[in-house]
């Protein structure tokens, strides 16, 4: 008989090894397809959307009557204790929908106030990191026209996002222009991702 | 005076919130620029390799004389209780440089064995969640010229990658593509990025 291409595969005795406010440390067991017990690790957060994805993240880009641009953001983000180069993204809150949470976190973090119709985003979450958390993320695409790229609407801040700034970079040489900033910044994989198919395609 | 774009932030009293074998919940404290003190929450793996970063990530195409395809992982990952399509990737072993490790990982899950000089990785690492981890990789890319698409080498895999097969998916088309897989697998986010952007641009 065949092995079935995606074998059904059962978890059992989840245990936290580790609880904050925010996120819980948990080990669990789980049966291969060949009846072998297995363990994992892995990070959750505590506070999950009815969604069923923690959060939103969304390529900007920036179309001037002569030039395509990318926004991002840079932040300090404690976690990798650096300053990093994002998409603009932001967790959904609850009784938010996920266009809902991407309109308001592009408006937040970049001024811009963009119709719900103009928001393309996965029909699914995609993943952030699958070795390590459950987490995932509405991942989407917004283009939106300005005259000049010099002269754009004002972030509005929450209080935790003290460090926050967007940037502007142009699409035509984006892997160069996002390693310029590397000894200041890190830069997030989906950024590099994008950055790489851009530069070899 | 004006505001430095990337003010200094000091990190201090991290805390264990809870300890497992592969990872570790953290609570630590940082200044802001403003002099408040802070709270951030992580997840760090205990094992990082010398290199600072703790995995490869490896964009695969596969050129045809009359196609371009990538060459991407599905296997079933317990933190997120799914099968997931993934660029090819692993943690880079005690010792290994990221070369080595993308050699090594891309040998294993696709049975593809490249010259180091063919990969080309990023010149840093990059972020995972940088919301949530501290976790990073080198990202990169390799071409790899093929008669067939069909005829492929076999992966060489390790006990614990049981669940480990690759796929084949045309560049023309990709997001479609890759849609068409949404009923069984969750997409990795910097698949997605970089099936946005061949899509969009």
Known sequence: MATPLFPKVQTFNT????HGQWLTLEKLDYQDNNGIRRSWERCVRNNTSFTGADAVDLQVQLITPT???MLFVIQYRPAIESYVVEF???LIDPKESPVEAARR???EETG????AASIQLSKRPVCYEPGLTNSTCYMGRVTIHVDDVTDLPKPQLEDDEWSLRTVVLPLN???KHLEDLEDRCVIDSRVYSFA???TNL
Do not use: K
Not at 112 to 115: A, G, M
């Open 173 to 175: 040489g984006l892997l």
């Open 15 to 18: 245990e936290s090894l580790g």
């Open 88 to 90: 603009p993204s932001g």
């Open 67 to 69: 030039h395509t641009h």
């Open 196 to 198: 790489l198919a851009v």
């Open 105 to 107: 976190e592009l408006r």
């Open 112 to 115: 811009f106030d963009v119709d």
